[in-house]
C-alpha cells in the first residue's frame, strides 16, 4: 500500500512568495496532521483534522500560514507570504481512528522548505 | 498537561554496543507510548509502541518497556549496528480516542564501526 505522499519534496523560494505544500494520506485514513520540524525547536504540530474538518489550529505559528483539506485524498499547507524563519521540513502524518489504543501516525517522507 | 522528556544527545557508540536512550513522561490517565525512528532524509517511522503498563514492546532487536511506576519508557538494543544511526523519538498519545502525539524533542545516535 502507499504511505504517505507529500510534494514537493524540496522547495527553494524567495522572500515574499507563497508556497504551497501538498500531502495525499493513507486512502481511508481520517486523521491528518501537518507538522514543523526545525533543530531549534524540534518536530512541532501545526495543525490537524478529523474527516477533513480542521481540530486544532493552537499550533499555526501566524496568520501567514493555512491549512485546507478539500477532501479526504488531500490536503495543502500555505505560506503567504514567506519568510526566511519559515525554512524547515514540514511532515504530514494521518492515521486511522477506532482501532484501538496505541494506533500510530505515518508519516510522509517531508517537505525540506528553504526562504531565501 | 502531557510532556516527554529524553536524554539528550548526540550519542555515539561503536558497533556491538549497547544502547539505551532513556524517556520519561508525564501524563493524565493511561498513555499509550511510542518510539519512533527518522532515518535522514526520511519521515518519522514506528519502532515500537506499548500500551499498557507492563507491555514490552519490541521491533528490530529494540525493545522498551512501559513502566507505570517510575513513568519511564526507556529504549534499549543489547548490540547496534551501523545502520541503526538515525534519531529516535519518545512519544505518547493521552488516551485511546486520543490520536494526536506528544513527542520527545529526539536523541540522534550515530554508530560507528
Known amino acids: 500500500d502507499a504511505g504517505v505522499i507529500q510534494s514537493p519534496r524540496h522547495e527553494v523560494t524567495e522572500m515574499g512568495q507563497e508556497v504551497t505544500l501538498r500531502c495525499k494520506p493513507i486512502s481511508g485514513h481520517d486523521y491528518l496532521f501537518w507538522y514543523r520540524q526545525t533543530m531549534m525547536r524540534g518536530l512541532e504540530l501545526l495543525i490537524y483534522f478529523n474527516n477533513n474538518v480542521p481540530i486544532d489550529d493552537s499550533g499555526m505559528p501566524e496568520d501567514r500560514f493555512s491549512a485546507k483539506m478539500p477532501n479526504a485524498s488531500f490536503s495543502t499547507l500555505k505560506i503567504q507570504p514567506s519568510e526566511p524563519r519559515d525554512s524547515a521540513v514540514y511532515f504530514c502524518?494521518?492515521?486511522?481512528?477506532?482501532?484501538?489504543?496505541?494506533?500510530?501516525?505515518?508519516f510522509g517522507d517531508g517537505t525540506r522548505l528553504s526562504i531565501l | 498537561g502531557n510532556s516527554v522528556t529524553q536524554m539528550e544527545g548526540p550519542v555515539t557508540l561503536s558497533e556491538e554496543a549497547f544502547l539505551t536512550i532513556n524517556c520519561t513522561y508525564t501524563?493524565?490517565?493511561?498513555?499509550?507510548l511510542f518510539w519512533y525512528v527518522q532515518y535522514p532524509g526520511e519521515g518519522l517511522q514506528l519502532l515500537l509502541k506499548a500500551t499498557k503498563a507492563d507491555d514490552k514492546g519490541s521491533n528490530k532487536g529494540f525493545e522498551a518497556t512501559y513502566r507505570k511506576e517510575t513513568t519511564s519508557f526507556h529504549l534499549e538494543k543489547g548490540s547496534v549496528q551501523v545502520s541503526d544511526s538515525a534519531v529516535y523519538f519518545c512519544a505518547l498519545s493521552p488516551w485511546a480516542g486520543s490520536y494526536q502525539l506528544t513527542f520527545g524533542k529526539g536523541t540522534k545516535l550515530s554508530v560507528i564501526p
Open positions: 502524518a494521518s492515521t486511522l481512528s477506532g482501532q484501538g489504543a496505541g494506533q500510530p501516525q505515518h
Open positions: 501524563a493524565t490517565g493511561y498513555p499509550s
